[in-house]
């Protein structure tokens, strides 16, 4: 995204134009900065060439994964819809691993029947099911657990999911003694060792002591895994300062940790494959003094965009048309809906804004489509990619008949 | 709701059977309960017969707001697509307020045409758009402004409405400018004054602030208007221990008021209507022993039951079957959604519980299946009325190949 003449544009197409073609709000992503992002990730890796599970929960746009799967990505599941949709991207079901700590019998025998990577299981119950479903089906299928390893990632408590207090994975003594049932099950391969510790992590601190818990474990285990499946949780420069995780710091950490372990890494990337592609096109509808501020009432609103609601997320905003006024008053930008947590960003010294102005929210392709909702009856929005400069519609807008 | 037997019913229909005929999760309303609350709110306030317009955004299944309907009861919308299902379910346009501080051209446009009783205007701006395509229409059209009395409704900050840092309504200065200018207009009737200071209130105090910020106020605009418009906001009974809004204290202050003023009241509640008729049916999948807990993995999750995650709100869990034995462990009642927000409630000397066991969380009438989502593409929930003993199916399961 970069301004030229003035104009705010993705690719060289102005947000006008999209406006425009296909009116607001809109979620519009970038190619471009989706290929960047993979080549970056691909590039900070490639000592040990990881196997890179796109994390569908953060974008479950069809179209979209089918772009990430082109460049050989696979996928990391939660649920049947997601493992659905990543066989109809196109991912082959050897690059898809299944995580998530409530699969159903129904998820677990289909995704035995696909044959997918890996099921990762995240409780001794859960490792039962899959043996016994298994079992039934004559089978042998490939798992992985899940180890929580009490490492906490400093982030979000929202969001945090490797501290002995979260549901997330299993504590060292039962890894253990399950390590040991599954070498015995004749229904049940152990490949995987996995771990996840959270999301938006900044610092590679946190990742380190995770790798230090994980040789600990592997030591105690006597077992040789496969596959090391690190989880994603790398975070992305939401504040536009910078600061995000340094890719290449951590991928030194992991090369010293593979000289002990003859393993192959996965990694579960999400945000920071597709956190930064995305924008939200809205328009202003209304602008109302306040007492001390002014209320920048926008056409988008927390069922479109439910992270500044659920997690109080910052989300810059920018003007699609840039002009030198800087006002004042303190512009607050809220969305149309009766509730007080619909309200995006609070802001000083933005540009000089009129009703009917268009603005764009960054940084929205992780955790935005995928969390929105049909809340006070709104249609969900259109989303665009942009890709060589062209503008492909990748979801149509929901029509009103569609949900009323 | 009640245990017969051992077995938890909803009026006389055990949850067994539910989940039996129809699977989990699933949303589950009484009738009676609704006919209950709807008549000790109307005799609640009997003594000056108010116009009660249900408020959609609390539960937007149409089957259920043509019960609300068959009351007499009017609805509160927030957008087009309430507006579409409030006459879908057969409400009169006379019984029909708009409210909501973003109305775009296309709602406005929309509810004059259908005539609708009142258009409650949030801002300067949103009242000179009404009258423009009133204008262009040739058409006189009524209007209600919303007071910001500035009152704080000792609730939740995210559902606090009423104060002058909040997005609603309009101060004391723009209120009594803007009456002056409608009064002048041709295209605009000046009818209604309203009012809505949050939701979930429990104690009467902060409506008598409010009653006597409106006092105040009307005596300075020196106009009688023909409705005054309260909101909602009444305050249910969540945590069962009787701790719920008094409506006859608030009734008789209300009253009071009236003895100065010729006006029809106007509410607009939504929880207090539904949000103890609704429970939310759900089979345990797993239970995992966790270092000081033991998670009870549910097959609900947060996208079928925001309200936890966004407002940190805590619904009682009930056993569908009472056993004797109760445990001395914490329960921590989780979904499978990979997020440690996708939590429900934690809980000490609940009965001891087993795998495939069904339970239900209380009081979701209200803003649970209407802030559902699809995230982790989980297809939404079931809805089932209770009504003299027969199940009613008032809203489909969604299938997953509906959103794969």
Redesign the interface.
Known sequence: MKYIKKKLTIDRVTIQNIAKKFDTPAYCYSYNQLKKNIDNFKKSFKSFSPLICFA??SN?N?NLIKEISKFGLGADV?????L??AL?AGIKPNKIVF??????SEEISFAINKKILLINA?????IL?IERIAKKNKKSVDVGIRFNPNVDAKTL?????GK?????GI?EK?FLELTKYIKKSKNLNLKCLSVHIGSQILDVKPYENMLQALNKIIKKANYSFEYIDLGGGMGIDYKNDKKMLNLKNYSKNIKRFLKNHNSKIIFEPGRSIVGNIGTLISRV?????????N?I???V?MNDL?RP??YNSKHRIMPATKIGKKVKKTY?F????????D?FLTINNFQKLF?KDLIVICDVGAYGM??????????KPIEILIKNSKIKVINKRQK?TD??
Chains 1, 2 share one sequence.
């Open positions: 569908i929960k479950t069809v939660v649920s049947l819809g997601e659905m949709k109809k995580s998530g700590v409530g699969k159903t995240e409780s001794k119950s859960e099911e408590s929202q969001i945090s999911t002995k207090e979260n549901k997330f504590g039962d509808t209304y602008i109302k003094e306040g007492h001390n501020k209320f009432i926008l056409d609103a439910m609601a659920l607050e809220v969305g149309p809906i009766c509730e007080s947590t309200k009703e995928s969390l929105s909702s049909n809340y006070n009856v709104r249609p009103l949900i009323v």
